[in-house]
């Protein structure tokens, strides 16, 4: 694996069969499958979806989804930022700096990062520089978010009652 590659992946029924190989594989690859379906636009390019390819399989991939800065409960100032979904790489391919790309991948919008870590994986996203946010019961609802900031962002302040 010379070059790490990031690439958008298509919403198509390849993409679906490739994610079963995944064991974090739920709604939203469930969702896709009945936007397929219900005749969206097949081969759609503006999926959420990135991966990184190992000859034609895929190997490791997340999914990226803007946030408007109306909903930033997170980030000061207030502004768009992204929430890092289901960054996973295949076991026998772990190891070999794949999470690491994708997560640099996200970096490379230059926006705020948020991310809900899976167990056991709060330490890969320390050493990718994410910090715990202050938890909020009401806005957090039980996840353990961790965000990553660009210079210049600061996370919102919590006002106690």
Known sequence: MDTLKV????????????FKRFKEYGNQEL?????LENN???NDSESPFFGIFFGNALVARMSLYKVDKKYDQYFNPPQNYV?????EVLPDYQGQGLGKALVDFAKSYDL???????????GFWEKMGFQKAHYEVERDLGE???????????????VQD
């Open 7 to 18: 690439e958008r992946l298509l919403v198509n029924y390849k993409t679906l069969e490739e």
């Open 31 to 35: 969702s896709m499958l009945d936007d």
């Open 40 to 42: 969206i636009v097949e």
């Open 83 to 87: 929430e890092l979904w289901k960054l």
């Open 112 to 122: 705020p990062i948020k991310t809900n870590p899976r167990i056991k994986s709060h």
């Open 144 to 158: 353990n978010p961790l965000i990553w900031m660009p210079s210049g962002v600061t996370e919102k302040e919590i």
